[in-house]
């Protein structure tokens, strides 16, 4: 049997952290309704000493969210995590995120600090959020960066301290599949007490690589993703969560991994999170973007009215999208274009047809998009003439 992957959504603090996707408490509330009927398994709902409105929004959804783990960012220092738990105490499940630096480039360039405070700073946040929350994860950020041997050293200390879970981020998109897949492993291995932790992850997407690293990590044991809904996030975003559900569940027999998202309800949920922050959804993005089930050169047509497996690996229904779309284009064949002929109730005889194909062809070269009364005017062309 196919084993869990927690998916771990953090559409509402690292999605937000896109340029001008913030959003007021009630589309918050919204959105994390919608991720837990899409059975996400946590909800990173923000970073509440941000400010007051953000506070306001995380302990909205803590109070009134029901199924998921609820979360929330913190820096390592106290005022942050008395925020963090204030904001989510009232969850059925809470949890504090506590995130500090662990690359050398940080340590020295952001923090102006050293190897050795760090280690301290970390874990006795760890030690001070486990006096309050039973669930506690460390983030060392820049880990895809980070010198192996201190990262590993990093993660034992804080779960010897506490920590419950501990997600490595590629903060910065840098890896590759094959190296972070390694990183895991090496965690795996090298972490004496990893055993003790759930072992998270969360990859931005600065070279395209985003998700494709999130399964190298899975394939290497992590058990949790951290990723968003369309991919957004700061810079180029974060893992997206279709994507990295998706993988997984088409996949599904070659990896042995699986979610419990429910898969048809993608569609909807990345309409509500492109709606509620204005960043629209690229029309080529993969699984719920506009164009990710439509056909549009006579080849792919010809297959798919044949029978779609010869170019779809997903069904549209399966994550929400509808059906597949046959796009009228100057590429298309024949079969296509009688085959939506057809739909629109229009049955031509072969000479009818052959006239009305070659006014469509003229057509097509000379408009970006053949509409549905395009073509009725094309065979009231054809039919009047014959
Ligand atoms: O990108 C990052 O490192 C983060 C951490 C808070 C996990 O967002
Ligand atoms: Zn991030």
Redesign the pocket.
């Known amino acids: 049997m196919a084993e869990k992957v927690a998916i771990f959504d953090t559409t509402l603090r690292?999605g937000e952290q896109s340029p001008g996707a913030s959003l007021r408490t009630d589309q918050k509330l919204e959105i994390a309704r919608q991720l837990a009927r899409l059975e996400v398994d946590v909800v990173e709902a923000g970073f509440p000493c941000s400010s007051p409105g953000d506070f306001e929004a995380v302990q909205a959804i803590a109070r009134q969210l029901e199924g998921p783990m609820v979360t929330a960012?913190a820096r390592a220092v106290r005022s942050d995590i008395d925020a963090v738990w204030d904001a989510v105490r009232d969850a059925g499940r809470p949890q504090i995120h506590i995130?500090l630096s662990v690359s050398d480039i940080h340590i020295e360039r952001k923090l102006r600090s050293t190897r050795l405070k760090v280690l301290e700073r970390g874990t006795e946040a760890v030690a001070y959020a486990r006096t309050l929350c039973d669930e506690v994860e460390y983030?060392p950020?820049?880990a895809g960066r980070a010198d192996p041997d201190y990262l590993y050293e990093t993660l034992e200390r804080v779960i010897d301290a506490g920590a419950t879970v501990v997600?490595i981020?590629d903060?910065t998109g840098y890896t590759l599949p094959g190296e972070f897949g390694a990183l895991i492993e090496n965690v795996r291995g090298h972490v004496r007490n990893i055993d003790r932790a759930v072992i998270s992850v969360?990859c931005?997407n600065d070279l395209g690589l985003a998700s494709a690293n999130s399964v190298a990590a899975v394939l290497s044991g992590a058990r949790r993703v951290e990723c968003t809904m369309n991919g957004i996030g700061?810079r180029a975003g974060n893992a997206s969560l279709e994507e990295v559900v998706m993988i997984l569940r088409t996949r599904e027999r070659s990896l042995g991994l699986t979610t419990g998202i429910r898969t048809p309800l993608l569609a909807e949920t990345s309409a509500l999170v492109a709606r509620h922050t204005g960043i629209a959804v690229q029309l080529n993005k993969a699984v719920v973007g506009g164009n990710a089930f439509a056909h549009a050169s006579g080849i792919h047509q010809d297959g798919v009215l044949k029978d779609r497996l010869t170019y779809e690996i997903m069904r549209p229904e399966d994550v929400g999208m509808g059906e597949s779309r046959i796009v009228l284009s100057p590429r298309s064949g024949r079969h296509a274009f009688r085959f939506r002929l057809a739909e629109l109730g229009y049955h031509l005889p072969d000479e009818a047809f052959a006239r009305a194909w070659e006014a469509f062809l003229r057509l097509a070269d000379s408009k970006k998009e053949i509409l549905d009364r395009d073509l009725e005017a094309v065979v009231e062309g054809v039919t009047v003439k014959a």
């Open positions: 690292d960012l995130v983030s950020e820049d997600n981020p903060t969360h931005h700061e």
